[in-house]
């Protein structure tokens, strides 16, 4: 099953996913694809047709830097099966960076109608237990 993550950069909760036999739905794939080795020019991980690929969901006056992070995070919204939250992480922990566009692809992902584990982010390593016993349930729920 293919499970979204959302903040999609925590690459942990990707290996847990990926251990239950999984597939993760993060944005390094997507990176890693866009970002070649040609030295002679700067890696662009947002194109032009990203940009117009967004205007599917957002209008043409939505800020830049919103319209792209949804270019990126709409194709494994669209493709996910099921979804794992972590509400309120630490700033450290993924790319949060516009709390709009958060929010508009924490409801994409909700209005779905797919598995969805909503979890806090832990601050201790009780929390951190609990975090990753709850993450582990959920996807052996899903099958795998």
Not at 45 to 61: A, C, G, H, P, W
Not at 106 to 131: C, D, H, R, T, W
Request: glycine share 8%.
């Amino acid at each position: 099953m293919r499970v979204m993550v959302y903040p999609p950069t925590s690459i942990v909760i990707a290996d847990l996913i990926k251990r239950i036999g999984h597939e993760p739905l993060v944005t390094g794939k997507i990176l890693r694809d866009k970002v070649g080795v040609d030295l002679d020019s700067p890696p662009y991980e947002i194109t032009l047709s990203d940009l117009k690929r967004s205007l599917k969901y957002l209008s043409v006056e939505t800020p830049a830097g919103m319209r792209g992070r949804i270019a990126l995070m709409m194709p494994l919204i669209e493709k996910a099966e099921a979804a794992i939250i972590v509400m309120n992480p630490d700033f450290s922990f993924g790319c949060g960076g516009c709390d709009r566009a958060s929010k508009f692809l924490i409801y994409q992902i909700k209005s779905k109608g797919i598995p969805i584990l909503e979890v806090q982010y832990p601050n201790n390593k009780e929390e951190a237990v609990i975090f990753v016993k709850k993450i582990m349930d959920f996807l052996r729920e899903l099958g795998g």
